[in-house]
């Protein structure tokens, strides 16, 4: 009897303080200690970042924006705008999102 008893106790513990649930952060994605992990396995995860910070893992930092390295202009532009607004501005004779396309080639309807 006193088996059945210690074996019921340890089921109502175990019941009564489950063990806790593991962070899904955890291990799977680091937000370089300027944010914070949020999220969850089958929504996804994604970095919260601190005041300061931005990018994909928080890895960024506000005050200087590696621009270049965030939006590409393939040369034939330079990268502008704030943090949420990076644009290409395209040297002259090109155009298109990235400046990827030479004015020579734009084609300039006839009015005849």
């Not at 005050?63 to 393939?74: A, L």
């Not at 004015?103 to 009015?111: A, G, I, K, Y």
Request: glycine share 12%.
């Amino acid at each position: 009897m006193k088996t059945v008893n210690l074996i019921l106790s340890l089921v109502a513990a175990t019941i009564a303080y489950p063990a806790s649930t593991p962070n899904p952060c955890d291990g799977v994605l680091g937000c370089n200690n300027h944010g914070t992990c949020a999220g969850t396995l089958e929504e996804g995860l994604y970095c919260i970042c601190d005041p300061g910070y931005f990018g994909l893992r928080c890895q960024l930092p506000d005050e200087d924006p590696p621009c270049e390295t965030m939006i590409n202009c393939n040369g034939n532009g330079l990268c502008a705008g704030g943090v949420e607004d990076l644009h290409c501005e395209c040297f002259d004779g090109w155009y298109g999102v990235r400046c990827q396309i030479p004015t020579d080639r734009l084609v300039t309807p006839s009015l005849d």
